[in-house]
């Protein structure tokens, strides 16, 4: 029988830059087009992708309702046992015991109840988010095999969770096709040239949430003015309320000249900000993985990364890592980083080589493939296996910037 490959829950950001890293190397494998079936909503770039290509393809209308409409009325479209991969995101609605689901988890914040992830959000919002991981832990426990992008998740998902290890697999994750030397715009470079800030550009690439602490960046600015020239570049939406907040600290405090905020950057421009910047930083409080990492590897850029176990586990010797709890140590380290070109150049060889020991694309989707045999191998989880996955009780107290 086929494998369906349900691709409904979509996802944004790196997460939806995999997806389509995917979808493009499953397209052009003429091998496979009888073994899979999408499911996709209606004119969405993946639906679009394997249309052209070939393969069977079932539409879902946009919309939640649509989704839950189709979901609902699953059985009719496939046969028992068929093995169902969702990328991202719990199984479909009704499904268990009729289909094999596999599920790809990036959902961190489940696996790290010591972490108060949506601390930082206003009452209503952080309810609202709290409420909605009671919804994915329930929905992921009735999957029957989870694929994790790194080892410590997977790890984590055993020994805190209880989830059967012999059903949890891992496939790291690789650099965006849209990310690297060869895709640098001789155009924009010249305008960035002109628009950014002269000396040593620190560069933050993420949207404005505060899981990325940006709130932390004025602090670190404050203990960097005995540096010489610097500026932490950020890409925040500047109608958030998240950028408002972090961008009227740094005014209070003075600190303009040290910043720039480009705002949001399509895809296909960020290797040229990357290159136009001296180092990438990443100060999350958690990820499940981080594109920033493979990108600065990728463009021969510095990493300096918040010190956790989720990134050395990611990062290995490719990263400065740096206790955001400290902000007089963060300044030290970025500021010997400014003046020690030898341990610029160290951190670049080690993240060529760190970036050298994760899958390439194709070899990626392989690890996929085999991930979903295993799954069709061990078919249904047992009741009295599945019933024997427990959640940790997660933080409820808000925290603020």
Not at 169 to 191: N, Q
Not at 303 to 326: F, H, K, M, N, P
Not at 327 to 348: G, S, W, Y
């Amino acid at each position: 029988m086929k494998t369906i490959l349900n691709f409904i829950p979509g996802a944004g950001g790196g997460g939806l830059q995999n997806i389509l890293s995917f979808a493009q190397i499953l397209c052009n494998d003429e091998s496979k087009k009888n073994s899979f079936i999408i499911v996709a909503v209606r004119d969405s770039k993946i639906h679009e992708m394997f249309s052209n290509a070939g393969f069977e393809v079932k539409e879902v209308e946009k919309g939640l309702l649509n989704r839950i409409a189709f979901e609902l009325k699953a059985k009719k479209y496939f046969s028992p046992g068929q093995v169902c991969f969702t990328f991202w995101g719990p199984p479909i609605i009704g499904t268990k015991n009729f289909l094999i689901n596999v599920v790809g988890c990036a959902l961190s914040n489940l696996f790290y109840p010591e972490i108060n992830f949506w601390g930082y959000y206003p009452f209503f919002e952080r309810e609202k988010r709290l409420l909605k991981d009671v919804y994915q832990r329930k929905m992921l426990v009735l999957a029957d095999y989870w694929i994790f992008e790194t080892s410590v998740l997977a790890r984590r998902a055993v020994e805190l969770c209880n989830f059967p290890k012999h059903r949890v697999g891992v496939v790291r994750m690789t650099p965006s096709s849209l990310v690297s030397p060869d895709k640098i715009k001789p155009e924009l470079t010249a305008k960035l040239n002109k628009e950014l800030p002269k000396g040593f550009k620190f560069l933050i690439l993420s949207s404005a949430i505060p899981n990325k602490r940006q709130h932390l960046l004025p602090v670190f600015a404050e203990n960097m003015k005995k540096c010489r020239d610097f500026s932490f570049i950020t890409t925040m939406d500047n109608k958030l309320a998240y950028t408002k907040a972090v961008y009227n600290k740094i005014a209070q405090k003075g600190l303009e000249k040290y910043f720039y905020n480009i705002g949001p950057i399509p895809s296909d421009d960020v290797a040229t900000l990357i290159d136009q910047c001296d180092a990438m930083c990443s100060f999350s409080v958690l990820e499940s993985f981080s594109n920033n990492f493979v990108e600065a590897w990728h463009m021969n850029k510095p990493l300096i990364v918040a010190d956790a176990d989720w990134a050395r586990s990611s990062c290995g010797e490719g990263a400065l890592y740096v206790d955001t709890q400290r902000p007089q140590m963060v300044a030290q380290e970025l500021c010997r980083l400014i003046d020690d070109e030898f341990l610029r150049n160290k951190l670049v060889q080690f993240g060529r080589y760190q970036l050298s020991t994760y899958p390439n694309r194709i070899e990626k989707n392989n690890l996929y493939y085999h991930e979903i045999e295993r799954a069709r191998a061990l078919s249904f989880l047992p009741k009295n296996e599945r019933t024997q996955i427990k959640w940790p009780h997660i933080s409820r107290e808000p925290l603020k910037y």
